[in-house]
Nanobody, 125 residues
């Protein structure tokens, strides 16, 4: 059974950090690009980062560039999103998803096929 499971969300103060994980099972994550997305209440799902299958290409939305770092460990079948300098506007449900190709074609959610269930990130004092 193909599955993606996010973890690592939680409540953090502004300026704090969190590391999200995206664990895959039932398939080899290393064959596909991984995207991270977020959706805040009342807002559209936003693509924030992508990493290619071979870890050669990483891409970030302007809203997170310089603060978030995407990575992957194909041996562990897991992707990561390190989030630093968090702001209240980063509050959202965060999702990981796979692109059916090895490359990051875009940060448009409709390009991605398999999705995790999401993990809540709340940035508040």
């Amino acid at each position: 059974q193909v599955q993606l499971v996010e973890s690592g969300g939680g409540l953090v103060q502004p300026g704090g950090s969190l590391r999200l994980s995206c664990a895959a099972s039932g398939f080899t994550l290393g064959h596909y690009a991984i995207g991270w997305f977020r959706q805040a209440p009342g807002k559209e799902r936003e693509g924030i980062s992508c990493i290619s299958a071979s870890d050669e290409g990483t891409y970030y939305a302007e809203s997170v560039k310089g603060r978030f770092t995407i990575s992957r460990d194909n041996a562990k079948n897991t992707g990561y999103l390190q989030m630093n300098s968090l702001k209240p506007e980063d509050t959202a449900v965060y999702y990981c998803a796979t692109d059916p190709t090895p490359t990051c074609r875009s940060l448009s959610w409709f390009e991605y096929d398999y999705w995790g269930q999401g993990t809540q990130v709340t940035v508040s004092s």
